[in-house]
Each structure stands twice: as structure tokens, then as C-alpha cells.
């Protein structure tokens, strides 16, 4: 399963990164360059979906490994021949596409480090009600009073 952390870092990340992906894209080819930015940020997100989703069923899967297996490797065909279809028929400004699909490479980034650095949920039960007896901060200061 998918951190909800990481999730929502990666999007917020990608809120900020996309936009600024694109208006540098504008700054360097104009319109052509930010339509084509927006397009390769559009099908970075959407691959990132996919591949979330098939590697989410993929582990969680008992039967049926193989499959998932397959259909990953088919969507990432489908997504090189949907770039390459993009860029050859519709003629996109090759920069302003790769500035707008590595916008989300570095949403990765940052969201990880996001995700990484927000502080931890603690469920675990204080250390005098844990059977293992586990070692936590409770522990220290009630071995300080009793010692």
C-alpha cells in the first residue's frame, strides 16, 4: 500500500512543479512549448496513476502475478508509443515536452523528501502495555522515578 503521506506530497509537489514546468517551457518556445509541456506533464501523471494502481494489484495479488506482470510491461509500451505518436504526428516542441514530463520526476523527489520528513502517526501502545515490553520514551522516565 501507498503511504497517503507520499501520495499527497507527490500531487502537491506536482501542483507547484507542473505550472512552473510550463511557464518556463513558455519562456523558452512560447505556446507551442507550454502546450507541449502541459502534455508531457499530463502523461507523466497519468502513467504514475497507472503504474500506482497495477504495482498497488500487482503485490496485493495471491494469482494472477504473471498478468499484472504483462499488463505493466504492455502500459509501458502504450505510453512510449502514445509519446512518440505525440511528438512525431503532432509535431510537439520536444523541450517543452520534456520539461513538462520531468516536472513530475522531480514531484517524486520532493514528495518523497516530503513524505520522509513529516512526523510519524505513533499507534503503538506505551511501553508498560505492550507485552514485548518495547522500548520507548514512557519507559525511560518511569525507570527514572523508580530508580
Do not use: C
Not at 23 to 37: D, H, M, S, V
Not at 51 to 58: D, S, T, V, Y
Not at 65 to 86: F, H, Q
Request: net charge positive; charged share 10%.
Amino acid at each position: 500500500m501507498v503511504n497517503e503521506a507520499f501520495k499527497k506530497s507527490v500531487l502537491w509537489a506536482n501542483a507547484v512543479l507542473g505550472p512552473l514546468a510550463a511557464l518556463a517551457a513558455w519562456r523558452l518556445g512560447g505556446i507551442p512549448a507550454l502546450t507541449a509541456a502541459v502534455a508531457g506533464n499530463a502523461i507523466g501523471l497519468a502513467n504514475l496513476v497507472a503504474m500506482a494502481w497495477l504495482m498497488g494489484r500487482l503485490l496485493a495479488a495471491e494469482r494472477g502475478r504473471a498478468l499484472y506482470g504483462g499488463v505493466i510491461a504492455l502500459k509501458l509500451g502504450a505510453v512510449l508509443a502514445i509519446i512518440a505518436l505525440l511528438l512525431w504526428a503532432l509535431k510537439l516542441h520536444i523541450v517543452g515536452f520534456l520539461l513538462g514530463f520531468s516536472g513530475l520526476v522531480a514531484a517524486l523527489v520532493i514528495g518523497s523528501l516530503m513524505a520522509s520528513l513529516a512526523p510519524a502517526r505513533d499507534t503503538a501502545p506505551p511501553a508498560s502495555d505492550r507485552p514485548d515490553g518495547a522500548w520507548n520514551a514512557s519507559t525511560t522516565s518511569k525507570n527514572q522515578e523508580i530508580g
